[in-house]
């Protein structure tokens, strides 16, 4: 194999941690000799062995090997101890590395500490395909804030609903799987009152293999329904409730059926989602999906806290001007307020049209 062939099968393994890692990044680690793979292992699952450690485990004799690792081996202890200790002693010989890890106790330091050692390093080897498994890693590490996902399901007019409401089902099949492989990507998934009260959502990762967000309403006023599903599943599925209302009644009656209350202050009467999104990741929560309604997608491009968007796009049309849009508030005025984006990618799922952009960043 390839130094490329054995790079994507380190990327591929470090797949396998998507939904157990979380804050940490995806990561994966081949070890070979003459271009053939002797050992392999990825990082599986938070607070437990690095992938490099994984690889090491199940090799019988390391020295003289050559090591993919899609990630900069960190070089600090936090709860495993430095990768880079375990390739010293290995007698490993050469590390090809994907990504630069931007953890500030990381930081390149453990490059150079390889290299120090004599050992032979290839920085940045495949840099963008391994770059790609950890958008959400490398924004929480620095920013300390989840990466947001926004997500919408719309019709080709731009409707995520027809005027009398209905919205079950505007995306086909492939594109509704890949929306639950997204949940589990992420640490929450977050929605508005209005998608609470209107649709009545588990917001579950239903995919085999799974792993469920914990769920987050912004619910200003606390309206949330005692016995909507969200609440009475509360004590299966983490569920916590943002909200400015000081209605301490209800909140209690809310957290008697296991759902945890976040004391949010306002910003114009509702949930600060600036003040929200520095809370949860207080709380290490790395990732937001957000996942509508059309006001809480308008508040979030607003705050700015939004990071990437995704798009599916149904070839239907519903028409209607009271029909709900993809993004609602009041909206931009001038064309030179509108929200940037960047990076445009387009994939297909089955007659459905993914769009994706990052957003750019305003200051
Ligand atoms: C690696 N290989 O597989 C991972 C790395 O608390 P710990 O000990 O698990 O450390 C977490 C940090 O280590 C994380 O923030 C990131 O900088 C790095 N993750 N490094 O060499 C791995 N998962
Ligand atoms: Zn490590």
Redesign the pocket.
């Not at 600090?76 to 880079?84: S, Y």
């Given at each position: 194999m390839t130094d490329a062939e054995l790079m994507r099968h380190a990327i591929a393994l470090a797949k396998r941690?998507t939904g157990f890692?979380n804050?940490?990044?995806?990561?994966?680690?081949v070890l070979a000799r003459d271009g053939q793979i002797i050992a392999e292992g990825?990082?599986a699952k938070?607070?437990?062995?690095?992938?490099?450690?994984?690889a090491l485990k199940v090799c019988d004799d390391p020295r003289g090997a050559v090591m993919y690792?899609t990630?900069?081996?960190?070089c600090?202890?936090?709860?495993?101890?430095?990768?880079?200790d375990a390739i010293l002693q290995s007698g490993i010989r050469k590390v090809f590395v994907g990504s630069d890890?931007?953890?500030p106790?990381?930081a390149g330091k453990?490059l150079k500490l390889l290299e120090d050692a004599g050992i032979e390093v290839v920085r940045g080897f495949l840099k963008d395909e391994c770059d790609a498994l950890n958008p959400i890693?490398f924004h929480y590490?620095t920013a300390r804030t989840p990466y947001v996902i926004m997500k919408i399901a719309m019709t080709a007019d731009g409707k995520t609903a027809t005027r009398a409401g209905f919205s079950k089902w505007i995306t086909g099949e492939a594109s509704r799987r890949h929306v639950h492989e997204t949940r589990k990507r992420c640490a929450a998934i977050m929605v508005g009152i209005g998608t609470v009260l209107a649709d009545d959502p588990t917001l579950t990762c239903r995919i085999e293999n799974p792993s469920d967000p914990i769920r987050i309403v912004c619910d200003s006023n606390l309206q949330t329904p005692i016995e909507s599903k969200l609440v009475v599943t509360a004590r299966e599925i983490p569920t916590y409730i943002a909200t400015c209302s000081i209605d301490r009644r209800k909140a209690e009656l809310l957290e008697s059926k296991g759902v945890h209350i976040l004391e949010i202050p306002p910003d114009e009467g509702h949930v600060d989602l600036r003040f929200l999104m520095r809370r949860l990741g207080e709380m290490g929560i790395d990732s937001v999906l957000l996942e509508g309604g059309a006001a809480l997608h308008e508040a979030a491009l607003r705050a700015g806290i939004v990071q990437h968007i995704q798009v599916y796009i149904a070839p239907k049309m519903f028409g209607g001007v009271s029909a709900k849009p993809a993004v609602g508030g009041l909206g931009v005025y001038g064309v030179e307020e509108a929200y940037q984006l960047t990076s445009p990618e387009i994939s297909r799922y089955g007659d459905d049209i993914l769009l994706e952009y990052d957003v750019k960043e305003v200051r």
């Open positions: 941690g890692v804050p940490n990044p995806l990561v994966g680690a990825w990082h938070y607070g437990d062995l690095h992938a490099e450690r994984n690792v990630l900069e081996p960190c600090h202890t936090g709860k495993q101890p430095p990768c880079t890890d931007p953890n106790q990381v453990g890693f590490i």
